[in-house]
């Protein structure tokens, strides 16, 4: 690829996926996300909560497809918010972290639910609000929310 294609898909992506612009604090709370810091997550596993962790770049199509079916399923069923800790992890960050290589999180855009020191689930590049939607439902069902 030469630099004048570089640039061109950069900026389609970038005009595309608004939030790419945004804060990071703005992006976050698009979806009700907590940004991830080191041992984060593994203080809210000790208090008992599930999780939602969110593998996401910025500049990921799929990642904001992703954000815009949790955004839109939280909106749907507060529950969603009320009994799930979502944490989005900065791929751009923690690609090479522990925090991903220990989980073998293969890419960015991928989706985790953890509860305790199990994983209940996983979705790898996948934006079918159905099948987040089952993720979310999985997530609820560990809290004890039927």
């Not at 069923?77 to 791929?91: C, E, G, H, Q, S």
Request: proline share 4%; aromatic share 6%.
């Amino acid at each position: 690829m030469n630099r004048r294609d570089f640039l061109s898909l950069t900026a389609a992506v970038s005009l595309a996926t608004p939030l790419a612009l945004a804060p990071a604090k703005a992006r976050a709370a698009s979806s009700q996300m907590l940004a991830y810091v080191p041992g984060l997550i593994e203080q809210r596993l000790a208090k008992g909560e599930v999780l939602l962790v969110d593998y996401h770049a910025v500049w990921c199509t799929t990642c904001a497809a992703q954000d815009r079916a949790i955004t839109a399923l939280q909106a749907e069923n507060p529950a969603y918010a009320r009994k799930i800790t979502f944490i989005r992890v900065d791929w751009d960050t923690y690609w090479n972290d522990p925090v991903t290589t220990s989980r073998n999180i293969p890419r960015r855009s991928t989706l985790l639910v953890l509860k305790g020191d199990q994983e209940l689930g996983r979705i790898v590049a996948g934006t079918s609000k159905t099948k987040i939607k089952a993720l979310l439902d999985t997530a609820l069902a560990a809290a004890g929310v039927a």
